[in-house]
Each structure stands twice: as structure tokens, then as C-alpha cells.
């Protein structure tokens, strides 16, 4: 059974940071293709970040120079860094792990950015 655990979320001043962090079983992370996604209601859910099998990281535009991708194939998990945190940064992120045929999400994590 696959399951996809996100953790790290919480309660940030703004310019503060977080990090993320999304540990995946049943999957052999490596070879899937790793992402976040945000929601703040009402809006959609957007893509924020992305990482391919071989380390090849995108991000959405907003988060460029402020928030990191990273994997650790060891331990089957995927980070995202967040330095800088504004208040529109307040979203529930989830983390995928996309091949293919497959994706796979996680239940998502509150991160709130308030003074």
C-alpha cells in the first residue's frame, strides 16, 4: 500500500522559515518524479515546486530564490525549504510523487504565515 506522509507544516512569522518534508512508502521515490502543490482557499490548487528523477528542480515564479526542492533517495523523501515566508505563502501544501501512469498524493499540511 502506497502512503504519502507530509510533515513540517505550521505557524511562521512572516520572513521566517519551514521545511517540509514528504516520506513516501510502498514507492521507490527515486524513480518518479517529485512535487509540491498549494492550496489557499478559494483559489486553485497550484504547483509551486518540482523535481525530476535525476535533480532537476523547477519552481513557480513567486517562490523562485525563497523556497528549495530537494530528495534524499535514501530515505524515500522529499523536501521543500521555505525561507522568506510571506502571508501568501498560507496554503495547504501537498506533496506528489508522478511517473507516467501514476500519481500519487499526499493528505496535504497546513503552513500559516501571521504575525
Known amino acids: 500500500q502506497v502512503q504519502i506522509v507530509e510533515s513540517g507544516g505550521g505557524l511562521v512569522q512572516p520572513g521566517g522559515s519551514l521545511r517540509l518534508s514528504c516520506a513516501a512508502s510502498g514507492i521507490v521515490a527515486s524513480t518518479y518524479g517529485a512535487g509540491w502543490y498549494r492550496q489557499a482557499p478559494p483559489n486553485k490548487r497550484e504547483w509551486v515546486a518540482g523535481m525530476t528523477t535525476g535533480g532537476s528542480a523547477n519552481y513557480k515564479d513567486s517562490v523562485k530564490g525563497r523556497f528549495t526542492i530537494s530528495r534524499d533517495h535514501a530515505k524515500n523523501t522529499v523536501y521543500l525549504q521555505m525561507n522568506s515566508l510571506k502571508f501568501e505563502d498560507t496554503a495547504v501544501y501537498y506533496c506528489?510523487?508522478?511517473?507516467?501512469?501514476?500519481?500519487?498524493w499526499g493528505q496535504g499540511i497546513q503552513v500559516t504565515v501571521s504575525s
Open positions: 506528489i510523487f508522478q511517473d507516467y501512469s501514476t500519481t500519487y
